[in-house]
T-cell receptor, first 114, second 115 residues
Framework: AQSVTQLGSHVSVSEGALVLLRCNYSSSVPPYLFWYVQYPNQGLQLLLK??????LVKGINGFEAEFKKSETSFHLTKPSAHMSDAAEYFCAVSDPGTASKLTFGTGTRLQVTL | SAVISQKPSRDICQRGTSLTIQCQVD?????MFWYRQQPGQSLTLIATANQGSEATYESGFVIDKFPISRPNLTFSTLTVSNMSPEDSSIYLC????????????FGPGTRLTVL
């Protein structure tokens, strides 16, 4: 069975600082990996996805993530945090070739301070 | 990606009653799902809504409590039956489109409070 672990339920950064949200996965085969963002009182928005193409994936709002098979990781980064980045971020994994069984991590709440 | 809407966006209900949540997509999609997000928690898949047939439920979820319909390729409903305060959650539908078949896209969610 697949699983995903997000280290750190809460992360706080200063505006302009680097954002690093960690995600590690467990899968018997290279999976598809996703990062979603949930702003307060809203649904989930897709930030970016890895589906076995380039290992460095660029998403919306300046975010990117790198798939590292040797480390079974898919950490999310952004060089410079903005106040509008404050939200809940979810890492998710699915079997390759399908989006039908999506397993979510527990989420990381990002706080951005002045 | 498809535009997904949900109705209602939020509701406050009395225990013992039922609420039906609608999910409408602006284009035909191959798959539709329903998730529950309990307060402060991650998302848990309730079921896959199958067009023209019974939904496929995940472990811990049953049809009598969460009946689901999907009459066509753009619309689905989830009913939360005989509600209790423990059913207070955000309920989200998601879809897999006909072009981007490797990704789920989510609706805005329905925030349900049961008193």
């Amino acid at each position: 069975a697949q699983s995903v672990t997000q280290l750190g339920s809460h992360v706080s950064v200063s505006e302009g600082a680097l954002v690093l949200l960690r995600c590690n996965y467990s899968s018997s085969v290279p999976p598809y990996l996703f990062w979603y963002v949930q702003y307060p009182n809203q649904g989930l928005q897709l930030l970016l996805k890895y589906t076995s193409a380039a290992t460095l994936v660029k998403g919306i709002n300046g975010f990117e993530a790198e798939f590292k098979k040797s480390e079974t990781s898919f950490h999310l980064t952004k060089p410079s945090a903005h106040m509008s980045d404050a939200a809940e971020y979810f890492c998710a994994v699915s079997d390759p070739g399908t989006a039908s069984k999506l397993t979510f991590g527990t989420g990381t709440r990002l706080q951005v301070t002045l | 990606s498809a535009v997904i809407s949900q109705k209602p966006s939020r509701d406050i209900c009395q225990r013992g009653t039922s609420l039906t949540i609608q999910c409408q997509v602006d284009s035909q999609v191959t798959m539709m799902f329903w998730y529950r997000q309990q307060p402060g928690q991650s998302l848990t898949l309730i079921a896959t809504a199958n067009q023209g047939s019974e939904a496929t439920y995940e472990s811990g979820f049953v049809i009598d409590k969460f009946p689901i319909s999907r009459p066509n390729l753009t619309f689905s409903t989830l009913t939360v039956s005989n509600m209790s305060p423990e059913d207070s959650s955000i309920y989200l539908c998601s879809v897999v489109g006909q072009t981007s078949t490797d990704t789920q896209y989510f609706g805005p969610g329905t925030r349900l409070t049961v008193l």
